[in-house]
C-alpha cells in the first residue's frame, strides 16, 4: 500500500522519499509547590513538537526538490504541510543535504509549528465535557473564596447559577451556552482587574515590608502585611484566570463542529440516516434545534452537529 502523499510548500514527497514523521505535543504546564507537598497544577497550553524526518530524493528532480527545500528554508515563510489527514503550518528551521549524485540526494529536514489544524477526533460521551467544566467550576469556587473579593464572589455566584442550570453541556444550544459565557466574562473581567491593582501594589513598594529609617513599626509592618497579601492573591488570581481560561475554551468547543443546512419539508429521521448513518439519531438533530416534533413543515434551517450523541431514539427532556 502506498504512503500517504507528502507536501510541504511547494515540494510534493515520492512514496520513497521521506521516511516516518513523529507528531504531538505537550502540555504547557504552570506547578506550583505548595507546603505539605501539595500542588497546583495550571494547564496553560498545547505546545506542538518539532516535525522531522529524514529521507532520499531519487529521480530527475532529486537535486532540484532539495534545492526548493534550502531555498524555502532561507526565507523563513510559513508553508502549509500536509499528509493522509494531517494538515500544519509551519517554518523550516533546519535541512540538510548531502550530494551524492544529482539524482540521488540524502537530505533531514526539521519543521517548527505556526499552527496546526488538524482536525482532532470529538469526544464519544458528553460527560467529558460536562466533567470538565464541573470540575474546574469547582476549583474557581474554592479559589474565589480564597481570594476574598466581595465583588468576584457575587459574580462567582452568578456563574455558578448559570452553569448549574445546564444539564447537559454536550447538547446544549448555542443561546444556552451563551447564558454562561456571559457571566464568565464578567467574572474573568474583574480577575483582571484584581490582577492589576495586586501588581500596582507590589511596585508602589520599593523596599521589603517598607522598613525605611524612622517609618513606624506598624506602618512597616502593615507595609509588610499587604504585600505578602498581594503576592499570596496574585497566585491565585492568576490560577482563577487560568481556571477560567479552561472553561471558556471547553465552553467554546461544545458547537464548534455544527453546521447548518436548509430543508424544504421532511422529517429528522430521513436527515439523521442522511448525516449519521442511522434513524436513531435524529435526537442529536432535535436536541441541536430545541424541537420535539421530528416532522418539519415548510423552509426550516438546522444546525447539524459533526458527530451525533446517540440516546437509542429515546429524546430527552
Given at each position: 500500500?502506498?504512503?500517504?502523499i507528502?507536501?510541504?510548500?511547494?515540494?510534493?514527497?515520492?512514496?520513497?522519499?521521506?521516511?516516518?514523521?513523529?507528531?504531538g505535543?505537550?502540555?504547557?504546564?504552570?506547578?506550583?509547590?505548595?507546603?505539605?507537598?501539595?500542588?497546583?497544577?495550571?494547564a496553560?497550553?498545547d505546545?506542538?513538537?518539532?516535525?522531522?524526518?529524514?529521507?532520499i530524493?531519487?529521480?530527475?528532480?532529486?537535486?532540484?526538490?532539495?534545492?526548493?527545500?534550502r531555498?524555502?528554508q532561507?526565507?523563513?515563510r510559513?508553508?502549509?504541510?500536509?499528509?493522509?489527514?494531517?494538515?500544519?503550518?509551519?517554518v523550516?528551521?533546519?535541512?540538510?543535504g548531502?550530494?551524492?549524485?544529482?539524482?540521488?540526494?540524502?537530505?533531514?529536514?526539521?519543521?517548527?509549528?505556526?499552527?496546526?489544524?488538524?482536525e482532532?477526533?470529538?469526544?464519544?460521551?458528553g460527560?467529558?465535557?460536562?466533567?470538565?467544566?464541573?470540575?474546574?467550576?469547582?476549583?474557581?469556587?474554592?479559589?474565589?473564596?480564597?481570594?476574598g473579593?466581595?465583588?468576584?464572589?457575587?459574580?462567582?455566584?452568578?456563574?455558578?447559577t448559570?452553569?448549574?442550570?445546564?444539564?447537559n453541556?454536550a447538547?446544549?444550544?448555542?443561546?444556552?451556552i451563551?447564558?454562561?459565557?456571559?457571566?464568565?466574562?464578567?467574572?474573568r473581567t474583574?480577575?483582571?482587574?484584581?490582577?492589576?491593582?495586586?501588581?500596582?501594589?507590589?511596585?508602589?513598594?520599593?523596599?521589603?515590608g517598607?522598613?525605611?529609617?524612622?517609618n513606624?513599626?506598624?506602618?512597616?509592618?502593615?507595609?509588610?502585611?499587604?504585600?505578602?497579601?498581594?503576592?499570596?492573591?496574585?497566585?491565585?488570581?492568576?490560577?482563577?484566570?487560568?481556571?477560567?481560561?479552561?472553561?471558556?475554551?471547553?465552553?467554546?468547543?461544545?458547537?464548534?463542529?455544527?453546521?447548518?443546512?436548509?430543508?424544504?419539508?421532511?422529517?429528522l429521521?430521513?436527515?439523521?440516516?442522511?448525516?449519521?448513518?442511522?434513524?436513531?439519531?435524529?435526537?442529536?438533530?432535535?436536541?441541536?434545534?430545541?424541537?420535539?416534533?421530528?416532522?418539519?413543515?415548510g423552509?426550516?434551517?438546522?444546525?447539524?452537529?459533526?458527530?451525533?450523541?446517540?440516546?437509542g431514539?429515546?429524546?430527552?427532556?
Open positions: 500500500m502506498d504512503k500517504p507528502l507536501k510541504l510548500g511547494d515540494v510534493v514527497f515520492g512514496d520513497t522519499e521521506t521516511g516516518p514523521i513523529p507528531f505535543g505537550e502540555q504547557q504546564l504552570n506547578i506550583h509547590r505548595l507546603v505539605g507537598g501539595k500542588r497546583v497544577i495550571d496553560m497550553g505546545n506542538p513538537i518539532a516535525l522531522d524526518w529524514t529521507g530524493f531519487v529521480g530527475a528532480n532529486a537535486l532540484t526538490k532539495a534545492k526548493t527545500l531555498r524555502m532561507k526565507e523563513g510559513a508553508l502549509s504541510l500536509t499528509w493522509s489527514s494531517m494538515t500544519y503550518q509551519v523550516i528551521s533546519k535541512f540538510t548531502q550530494f551524492e549524485a544529482e539524482f540521488n540526494i540524502p537530505y533531514s529536514i526539521t519543521c517548527e509549528v505556526v499552527e496546526d489544524r488538524t482532532l477526533p470529538s469526544a464519544n460521551s460527560s467529558d465535557v460536562n466533567q470538565a467544566i464541573n470540575a474546574d467550576m469547582t476549583t474557581a469556587q474554592s479559589l474565589t473564596s480564597d481570594i473579593d466581595s465583588t468576584l464572589s457575587s459574580l462567582m455566584t452568578t456563574l455558578t448559570a452553569v448549574s442550570k445546564v444539564s453541556f447538547k446544549a444550544t448555542q443561546s444556552t451563551n447564558t454562561v459565557l456571559q457571566p464568565l466574562a464578567a467574572a474583574q480577575v483582571t482587574a484584581l490582577i492589576s491593582a495586586s501588581e500596582s501594589s507590589l511596585q508602589s513598594v520599593t523596599t521589603v517598607g522598613l525605611l529609617p524612622n513606624p513599626l506598624a506602618k512597616s509592618v502593615a507595609s509588610l502585611t499587604s504585600q505578602v497579601t498581594a503576592t499570596l492573591n496574585g497566585v491565585k488570581l492568576s490560577q482563577l484566570d487560568a481556571v477560567f481560561s479552561r472553561i471558556d475554551s471547553n465552553l467554546g468547543q461544545v458547537n464548534s463542529s455544527l453546521k447548518t443546512v436548509s430543508v424544504a419539508g421532511g422529517n429521521y430521513d436527515l439523521a440516516v442522511k448525516y449519521y448513518g442511522k434513524a436513531s439519531s435524529f435526537t442529536t438533530l432535535a436536541t441541536a434545534n430545541n424541537l420535539t416534533d421530528p416532522e418539519l413543515v423552509v426550516v434551517t438546522l444546525n447539524v452537529a459533526k458527530d451525533t450523541n446517540d440516546t431514539g429515546i429524546l430527552e427532556a
